[in-house]
């Protein structure tokens, strides 16, 4: 599929698909002069836009997608997975408290209407 096509398959601007590109995150064939994007590649873009919403970072994306068995082996990737995933744990805390603020302030407004 075109950039077009794969753009509105993820539904995702094309300048982030291509700064995607550019920063080694995705990596569609190519054809002469046209990109080349297959379903592993919607699958990848689709990941890493869950990933970075939960606030894990490019970088550590672009580690994770291009870790090698050596990495695996050592722990490294296992380490990152860990990091990431209390990264995760902590955001979902700032969500509850923010939660939780909010509806304080949604009882109190609703008390004094």
Known sequence: MTISEFSLKVDAPIDTIRYYEKIGLIKPNRNKYQRE??????????????????????????????????????????????????????????????????DKMIEKVKGEN
Do not use: H, P
């Not at 869950?50 to 090698?68: C, F, P, Q, T, V």
């Not at 990264?87 to 939660?99: F, G, M, N, R, S």
């Open 37 to 102: 994007y297959q379903q592993n590649d919607v699958e990848i873009f689709l990941a890493i836009r869950k990933l970075a919403k939960a606030g894990i970072k490019l970088s550590d994306i672009k580690i994770i997608l291009n870790m090698e068995e050596a990495d695996i082996k050592n722990g490294r990737l296992l380490n990152l997975l860990i990091s990431c995933k209390e990264v995760i744990l902590e955001t979902e805390k700032e969500i509850q408290l923010a939660k939780q603020m909010l």
